[in-house]
C-alpha cells in the first residue's frame, strides 16, 4: 500500500483499482481519473473492485465519487445502525474497498483493524451487515530443531521467527531451565505453533501450542491453554500445572548474553562459578537484571565487595541478591515493591569484580542456596476445565511427536 508521503501533493486520494478476481492492482491517481473523459469502467455488469486509503480530511462522499461510485447510496448505509459507526470514523491510512456494477455499490469492506473487518454487502433488501473477526488465515505447523552453537541459531533454521524462540524462553520453560548458562549442544526442542497469512502472504508466528525442549537429557513439555470461558489461561505441563514458578531461572536479559554465542560456553560449567555459591553471569555491561520473584526490596546501594548490590525480600526467607550493578533500575531503590521481570540494575563491575557479570545468589535463611523452582499457588488447571484441557492441549501435546527437523529448502521457501 502507499504511504501518504509517497503520493503527489494534488492528489487527495490514491485508488488501486482491480477487478475483483485479480490480486494484482494497480494504481492510478485521482487526478487522472478526474480528469479522464472516459470513466474507468468494465463496462457491462462486471464487478469492480476499488481499493482506496483514506488520506487526511478524506470524507466517504468523496471517495465514493472518487470511485466513481453512486453516493447516494451513502444515505441509505449511514441509516444501517450497526454500520453508522464504522463509516464515519475514517482514520487516514485505513483502507476501504468497494466493489460496484457500473456505480451501483455492490459491497464496501472497511478494515477496522487487524483482525476485524466491516463488510457492508447488497443482499435482497436494502445492505446486510457484517463483521468479520479474524480475518488472518492460521495454520498449525510443527518443527524440530537441535541445538549447535545457539538457541537462535536452531530456531531460526527450524524456521521459527524470533518472536516465537523469545516465547520458548520467556513464556515455557524460564522458569525450569537457565537459557543463560545452561543450554547444551544437543539439546533439542519441538514445536507446535500457529503460523498466520494474510491474502496468502506470511505475516508472523502466531501462538506456541505445545513446545518440548530436551536440556542436557531432561524434557520439559508446556501446551497453551485457554478454557472456552476464559477464565484460565497459560502455559501448562501436560499435567495441567502451571509453567510459571515463583523465581525465574536466570534473572537477567540472556539474549543479550547468546548474541555472538560461543560455543565454548556450551562446555559444561564453564562461565559459572561456583566457590562462593552463587551464580555469575557473564554478560555486556548494561545488560537489564530482572527481579528473579515478586517481592521488596530490602537493600539497594554498595555493600563492599558485591559493589552496587540489590537484596530482595521474597518473604518465607527467602532473598536473592544481585552483585556488580553497574547501576540501578527503576524498580531497584529501597523499600519498593517489584514484579517478578522487573529492572532493578544493569550489569555492571563494581566492587572486587574482574569483569562484567551478574553475581546471582538464591538465599534461604541466609543461607546461600541453589535456585528452587517453587510452583505458584493456584496457577493448576482447576479441575473442573481439565477434560477441556486434555481436549485442546492435549491434541496439541500429541502432535509434538509429530514435529521433524525442516530442510533448509523448506525455510528458503517461508
Ligand atoms: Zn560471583
Same mark, same amino acid.
Given at each position: 500500500?502507499?504511504?501518504?508521503?509517497?503520493?503527489?501533493?494534488?492528489?487527495?486520494?490514491?485508488?488501486?483499482?482491480?477487478?475483483?478476481?485479480?490480486?494484482?492492482?494497480?494504481?492510478?491517481?485521482?487526478?487522472?481519473?478526474?480528469?479522464?473523459?472516459?470513466?474507468?469502467?468494465?463496462?457491462?455488469?462486471?464487478?469492480?473492485?476499488?481499493?482506496?486509503?483514506?488520506?487526511?480530511?478524506?470524507?466517504?462522499?468523496?471517495?465514493?465519487?472518487?470511485?466513481?461510485?453512486?453516493?447516494?447510496?451513502?444515505?441509505?448505509?449511514?441509516?444501517?445502525?450497526?454500520?453508522?459507526?464504522?463509516?464515519?470514523?475514517?482514520?487516514?491510512?485505513?483502507?476501504?474497498?468497494?466493489?460496484?456494477?457500473?456505480?451501483?455499490?455492490?459491497?464496501?469492506?472497511?478494515?477496522?483493524?487487524?483482525?476485524?473487518?466491516?463488510?457492508?454487502?447488497?443482499?435482497?433488501?436494502?445492505?446486510?451487515?457484517?463483521?468479520?473477526?479474524?480475518?488472518?488465515?492460521?495454520?498449525?505447523?510443527?518443527?524440530?530443531?537441535?541445538?549447535?552453537?545457539?538457541?537462535?541459531?536452531?530456531?531460526?533454521?527450524?524456521?521459527?521467527?524470533?518472536?516465537?524462540?523469545?516465547?520458548?524462553?520467556?513464556?515455557?520453560?524460564?522458569?525450569?531451565?537457565?537459557?543463560?548458562?545452561?543450554?547444551?549442544? !544437543?539439546?533439542?526442542?519441538?514445536?507446535?505453533?500457529?503460523?498466520?497469512?494474510?491474502? !496468502?502472504?506470511?505475516?508472523?508466528?502466531?501462538?506456541?501450542?505445545?513446545?518440548?525442549?530436551?536440556?542436557?537429557?531432561?524434557?520439559?513439555?508446556?501446551?497453551?491453554?485457554?478454557?472456552?470461558?476464559?477464565?484460565?489461561? !497459560?502455559?501448562?505441563?501436560?499435567?495441567?500445572?502451571?509453567?510459571?514458578?515463583?523465581?525465574?531461572?536466570?534473572?537477567?536479559?540472556?539474549?543479550?548474553?547468546?548474541?555472538?554465542?560461543?560455543?565454548?560456553?556450551?562446555?559444561?560449567?564453564?562461565?559459572?562459578?561456583?566457590?562462593?555459591? !552463587?551464580?555469575?553471569?557473564?554478560?555486556?555491561?548494561?545488560?537489564?537484571?530482572?527481579?528473579?520473584?515478586?517481592?521488596?526490596?530490602?537493600?539497594?546501594?554498595?555493600?563492599?565487595?558485591?559493589?552496587?548490590?540489590?537484596?530482595?525480600?521474597?518473604?518465607?526467607?527467602?532473598?536473592?541478591?544481585?552483585?556488580?550493578?553497574?547501576?540501578?533500575?527503576?524498580?531497584? /531503590?529501597?523499600?519498593?515493591?517489584?514484579?517478578?521481570?522487573?529492572?532493578?540494575?544493569?550489569?555492571?563491575?563494581?566492587?572486587?569484580?574482574?569483569?562484567?557479570?551478574?553475581?546471582?545468589?538464591?538465599?534461604?535463611?541466609?543461607?546461600?542456596?541453589?535456585?528452587?523452582?517453587?510452583?505458584?499457588?493456584?496457577?493448576?488447571?482447576?479441575?473442573?476445565?481439565?477434560?477441556?484441557? /486434555?481436549?485442546?492441549?492435549?491434541?496439541?501435546?500429541?502432535?509434538? /511427536?509429530?514435529?521433524?527437523?525442516?530442510?533448509?529448502?523448506?525455510?528458503?521457501?517461508?
Amino acid at each position: 500500500m502507499l504511504t501518504a508521503a509517497a503520493l503527489p501533493v494534488l492528489a487527495a486520494v490514491t485508488l488501486a483499482l482491480r477487478p475483483a478476481s485479480q490480486d494484482l492492482p494497480t494504481s492510478i491517481d485521482l487526478t487522472a481519473l478526474a480528469a479522464s473523459a472516459e470513466p474507468v469502467s468494465a463496462g457491462g455488469d462486471e464487478p469492480r473492485s476499488v481499493e482506496v486509503t483514506v488520506q487526511r480530511n478524506d470524507t466517504l462522499d468523496r471517495i465514493f465519487r472518487a470511485a466513481g461510485v453512486d453516493n447516494t447510496t451513502l444515505t441509505e448505509l449511514r441509516r444501517l445502525p450497526d454500520a453508522r459507526k464504522a463509516l464515519d470514523l475514517l482514520r487516514p491510512g485505513d483502507i476501504i474497498t468497494l466493489t460496484h456494477v457500473d456505480g451501483a455499490l455492490q459491497s464496501l469492506n472497511r478494515r477496522i483493524s487487524n483482525t476485524l473487518t466491516l463488510s457492508v454487502a447488497r443482499a435482497e433488501q436494502g445492505f446486510a451487515v457484517n463483521y468479520i473477526e479474524n480475518p488472518l488465515e492460521t495454520e498449525v505447523s510443527a518443527t524440530r530443531a537441535r541445538i549447535d552453537s545457539s538457541l537462535f541459531a536452531a530456531g531460526r533454521e527450524a524456521g521459527l521467527s524470533g518472536e516465537t524462540i523469545m516465547v520458548l524462553a520467556n513464556e515455557m520453560f524460564g522458569w525450569d531451565i537457565d537459557f543463560a548458562l545452561d543450554i547444551r549442544r !544437543g539439546d533439542e526442542f519441538s514445536v507446535i505453533y500457529q503460523r498466520k497469512f494474510q491474502d !496468502g502472504r506470511y505475516v508472523g508466528d502466531g501462538r506456541v501450542l505445545a513446545a518440548e525442549f530436551v536440556n542436557q537429557g531432561r524434557t520439559y513439555r508446556a501446551a497453551w491453554f485457554e478454557s472456552a470461558d476464559g477464565a484460565v489461561r !497459560g502455559y501448562f505441563t501436560p499435567e495441567g500445572r502451571g509453567m510459571r514458578k515463583a523465581f525465574l531461572r536466570a534473572p537477567l536479559d540472556f539474549t543479550r548474553i547468546s548474541s555472538g554465542f560461543n560455543p565454548r560456553r556450551l562446555h559444561p560449567l564453564s562461565g559459572r562459578v561456583r566457590a562462593h555459591q !552463587g551464580t555469575d553471569y557473564a554478560a555486556p555491561t548494561g545488560t537489564p537484571i530482572w527481579a528473579a520473584g515478586d517481592g521488596r526490596v530490602q537493600f539497594a546501594g554498595r555493600k563492599g565487595g558485591y559493589g552496587n548490590t540489590v537484596i530482595i525480600d521474597h518473604g518465607r526467607g527467602v532473598t536473592t541478591l544481585y552483585a556488580h550493578m553497574s547501576r540501578f533500575g527503576r524498580a531497584g /531503590r529501597n523499600g519498593r515493591a517489584v514484579q517478578q521481570g522487573e529492572v532493578i540494575g544493569y550489569v555492571g563491575s563494581t566492587g572486587a569484580s574482574t569483569g562484567p557479570h551478574l553475581h546471582y545468589e538464591y538465599r534461604v535463611d541466609g543461607k546461600p542456596k541453589n535456585p528452587a523452582t517453587v510452583p505458584l499457588p493456584n496457577t493448576e488447571v482447576p479441575a473442573r476445565y481439565m477434560a477441556e484441557f /486434555r481436549d485442546t492441549a492435549g491434541a496439541a501435546i500429541a502432535q509434538l /511427536r509429530l514435529a521433524r527437523p525442516v530442510s533448509p529448502e523448506q525455510v528458503a521457501s517461508r
